[in-house]
């Protein structure tokens, strides 16, 4: 075996110029395989990380009438907060929030809007909801996205009319001073809402101790379950975030598909050539008492060995690439809102040991099957032929 690697890495070096183009298709590959695949790990790690730190914490306890994509729900939405969970609320370990609909004057139209109540002291998220405490000098203190400050025209300072309908259908309304305006990637966070401290909210609604959600923080906790609450896990959480990348991976491997191949055909074109241009050499082999199975594997071995030198030659220029990709980013230009889920507007690349060695051994493994595909014909070569210079 080891004689076999030295005389096929001989050859493929004396091939010269047709095996380094070879290898240098193969490495870009290899790089861009990686890299793409990179994007894709970073960006599903940077979405989940931002709505851990700005939507769904450690996991949530839902109204059972909770429905985040139909606001018409939000009226039933809500009820008392369970008595057991207060002491880890008193403790800043969960945070109730009360969600309710109302509307925002805009160019002289009603908007509609929700109105999330939170605890201005609360640090599971990182909301600036502390500048809520301070005193406005006009209605309500609440804090806004970025993008419903776009949206709205609207600034830290301004004040607006905030509209809701109360009990019996009767519209009630409340000024709103923008204490602060925050900003984040994830749009269900900032997009058409405004936050006020709980407390007012609850006054407002008449809904005294009521919430509509509770975000704990510690995700491993073992969680019982509570009537009248559905528990919310990371796993449910991020279930279409999960959907939704699995479905980019899949459009990205295609991709993956069409860069490999042209750098397999190559090798495959390769591989015939050489093995009709080498019948005497290869008659010489079986002459010399190799059997076809061992020449079969030769030349297996020195196609597969463009996958290794490709490899080699991926680190000399990919490494300081992929590093000085992974600290600038690809900017993309877009933003959240346009998308409906978080989505940074710089994405940086994660790599994996597991994504390197994965890629390597799959562009080993594909190298190998195209090297041993035209070798096959070895084995039904006749060595006294071979020799001639002629294949049957």
């Known amino acids: ?14 091939a010269g110029l047709r095996t380094w183009l070879n290898v240098i298709v193969l490495s870009f590959a290899f790089v861009m395989i990686i890299a793409m695949k990179g994007i894709l790990v970073g960006w599903d790690r940077q979405a989940k990380n931002d709505m851990i730190h700005w939507e769904v914490g450690g996991g949530q306890y ?10 018409f729900t939000l009226t039933e939405a809500h009820s008392a ?5 207060e002491s880890e609320i008193a403790k800043g370990d969960m945070e109730p929030l009360l969600i309710m609909p109302g509307t925002v004057l805009k160019e002289g139209r009603a908007n509609p809007i929700l109105i999330k109540g939170i605890d201005p002291e609360q640090d599971i998220f990182d909301l600036p909801t502390k500048s809520m405490k301070k005193s406005a000098p006009e209605g309500l203190p609440a804090i806004i996205g970025n993008i ?12 607006i009319t905030l509209n809701w309908s109360g009990k019996g259908g009767v519209t009630d309304s409340v000024r709103l001073y923008i204490a602060d305006v925050f900003f984040t990637n994830v ?4 997009k058409s809402q405004v936050w006020i401290p709980l407390v007012s909210l609850q006054a407002l609604m008449d809904m005294p101790n009521e919430a509509t959600l509770l975000t704990f923080r510690d995700p491993d906790k073992e969680r019982p379950k509570v009537a009248g609450w559905s528990l919310q896990t990371h796993e449910l959480l991020f279930k279409d975030m999960e959907e939704m990348i699995q479905t980019k991976t899949i459009g990205q491997s295609f991709f993956y598909v069409i860069l490999l191949l042209l750098a397999l055909l190559a090798i495959f074109d390769t591989q015939v050539l ?4 080498r019948q005497k050499e290869i008659g010489t082999y079986v002459a010399l008492g190799y059997t076809r199975r ?72 594909a190298t190998s099957i195209v090297s041993y595909l035209p070798a096959r014909k070895i084995a039904k070569m006749n060595p006294t032929e071979a020799l001639r210079g002629k294949i049957q």
């Open 81 to 85: 907060i369970p008595g057991q969970f």
């Open 274 to 277: 050489s093995i009709f241009r």
């Open 148 to 159: 419903m400050a776009k949206d709205f025209k609207l600034e830290k300072g301004d004040v």
């Open 294 to 365: 061992e020449v079969v594997g030769l030349f297996t071995i020195e196609g597969a060995m463009h996958a290794v030198l490709a490899a080699i030659v991926a680190a000399i220029y990919g490494i300081p690439f992929l590093l000085w990709f992974a600290k600038t980013g690809i900017s993309l230009g877009i933003d959240a809102a346009d998308y409906g889920f978080a989505i940074a507007a710089t994405m940086y690349p994660v790599y994996s040991g597991s994504l390197i060695l994965g890629t390597t051994l799959a562009v080993l493994l």
């Open 1 to 14: 075996m080891k004689l076999a690697i030295k005389l096929a890495y001989r050859n493929l070096i004396g």
């Open 62 to 71: 839902w109204n059972e009438n909770y429905d985040p994509y139909d606001i």
């Open 187 to 190: 749009p269900s966070v900032t």
